[in-house]
């Protein structure tokens, strides 16, 4: 199976500042590669799909970049309402498997 | 609005089966390629498995495969997984989640939980 690295596994953030995130997958996946945002109770809400394509929905603030290996989210100016956990999900084999989680706190 | 709704969820004990649901509305069922995906308490998603829009295809994480079946009733807008000789780590909340074209999970079900014990 695919291996997917995410890191960091936590950041402290104030708003206003510009987030990234970065998964590594253990081998090459293209650009099948989506991004997910998480709040507390709450199911994943798609951001990023086919790593760079924003999701219908999702603010511009978001963004994705990366093909093969190593790929990236950037948050260009972090809301209140963005404080989150994020997961990356590659879908270019199965199984498919998730980023271990970043989760996006208050500095 | 397109929604998506599981149900089924609950307590058994190790060893036991239990079948979760998932009823979709809102779009055409039918065209959807779908997924389930869990998160144990506290803990991070997992992809579980995946069904093809006709049912034909299905794949299994390596955690599952054996145990459980996923299926689907076009008909009825609603997917089935059927999980047997379930164990402590099975614990979890389950998600179904449609597929985009793209492959990405775009429409998610508000979860079920499963908990596993004796």
């Known amino acids: 199976a695919i291996q997917m690295t995410q890191s960091p596994s936590s950041l402290s953030a104030s708003v206003g500042d510009r987030v990234t995130i970065t998964c590594r997958a253990s081998?090459?996946?293209?650009?099948?590669l989506g991004w997910y945002q998480q709040k507390p109770g709450k199911a994943p809400k798609l951001l990023i799909y086919?790593?760079?394509s924003l999701h219908s929905g999702a603010p511009s603030r978001f963004s994705g970049s990366g093909f093969g290996t190593d790929f990236t989210l950037t948050i260009s100016s972090l809301q209140p309402e963005d404080f989150a956990t994020y997961y990356c999900?590659?879908?270019?084999?199965?199984?498919?498997?998730f980023g271990q989680g970043t989760k996006v706190e208050l500095k | 609005e397109e929604h998506l709704v599981e149900s089924g969820g609950g307590l058994v004990q190790p060893g036991e089966s239990l079948r979760l649901s998932c009823a979709g509305s809102?779009?055409?069922?039918?065209?959807?390629?779908m997924n389930w995906v869990r998160q144990a308490p506290g803990k991070g998603l997992e992809w579980v498995s995946y069904?093809?829009?006709?049912?034909?295809?299905?794949y299994y994480a390596d955690s599952v495969k054996g145990r459980f079946t996923i299926s689907r009733d076009n008909a009825g807008n609603s997917m089935s997984l059927l999980m047997n000789s379930l164990r402590a780590d099975d614990t979890a909340v389950y998600y179904c989640?449609?597929?985009?074209?793209?492959?990405?999970?775009?429409?998610w079900g508000q979860g079920t939980l499963v908990t596993v014990s004796s």
């Open positions: 989640a449609r597929e985009l074209i793209a492959g990405a999970l775009d429409c």
């Open positions: 809102g779009f055409t069922f039918s065209s959807y390629e």
């Open positions: 069904i093809s829009s006709s049912g034909t295809t299905v």
């Open positions: 081998q090459g996946i293209r650009n099948d």
């Open positions: 086919a790593a760079s």
């Open positions: 999900l590659q879908d270019n084999s199965y199984p498919w498997t």
